[in-house]
């Protein structure tokens, strides 16, 4: 019997000005393979970013995850050269499956974008389109982000989203290196939307 993906993880394409959100595919490998060479993101030791020979498989995996109802994984386009500069996905954060309300509290996460892309207009576009989706499409009650407590940059750039922080769960992974990660958890939470949409429709119209 085939599995049937729910509604919120169908896929959808997300449109901005700067940015597209495609729908992931195999067709956008090679591309990846380039963006993920320029800063050579996979060495980053607080995070996990797939290195060019591990792309394939990470392709494979958030689309099996995406069949799976866990999530809805993206390619970021650049609009101005059409080429993919990155990934990001919308996921279920895993404690609502119990609660019973699985896709209606979703996390935006397994983000990267290639050096050059990064620090610029590029991530406002792509966490607004995210966002609008989740709330105004999915109907979510929150919307959380999870970061590594020594990653300042993607910390910061969450902070400037409108996002609060939840808390700080010590010890929270292992990663690769066997080093254990603590992990800054924020959100956006319904109420705070329409607040935030504001305030990230205000950055996206600066030059």
Not at 71 to 77: A, G, H, Q
Request: aromatic share 8%.
């Amino acid at each position: 019997m085939a599995l049937v993906i729910p509604r919120w993880a169908d896929p959808v394409t997300l449109q901005g000005t700067r940015v597209t959100l495609t729908p992931l595919s195999p067709d956008h490998h090679d591309d990846l393979v380039q963006a993920v060479k320029d800063g050579e993101l996979w060495k980053l030791w607080y995070t996990f970013v797939p290195p060019p020979e591990q792309m394939g498989s990470e392709i494979d995996r958030r689309l099996y995850l995406q069949v799976q109802g866990l999530m809805l994984p993206f390619t970021v386009i650049d609009r101005a050269t059409g080429m993919a500069v990155g990934m990001t996905t919308l996921h279920i954060d895993v404690t609502t499956v119990h609660l019973g309300i699985a896709g209606r509290r979703l996390e935006i996460g397994s983000t990267w974008y290639c050096q050059r892309m990064q620090r610029t207009h590029l991530n406002t576009e792509c966490k607004y389109l995210l966002l609008t989706h989740a709330f105004e499409a999915l109907d979510c009650i929150a919307v959380q982000f999870t970061t590594s407590f020594f990653n300042h940059r993607s910390r910061r750039a969450i902070e400037r989203l409108g996002a609060k922080l939840d808390g700080v769960l010590r010890s929270h992974m292992i990663l690769a290196d066997g080093v254990l990660r603590d992990t800054c958890v924020y959100s956006i939470v319904r109420s705070e939307w329409p607040a935030v949409k504001a305030h990230l429709t205000w950055q996206r119209q600066r030059p």
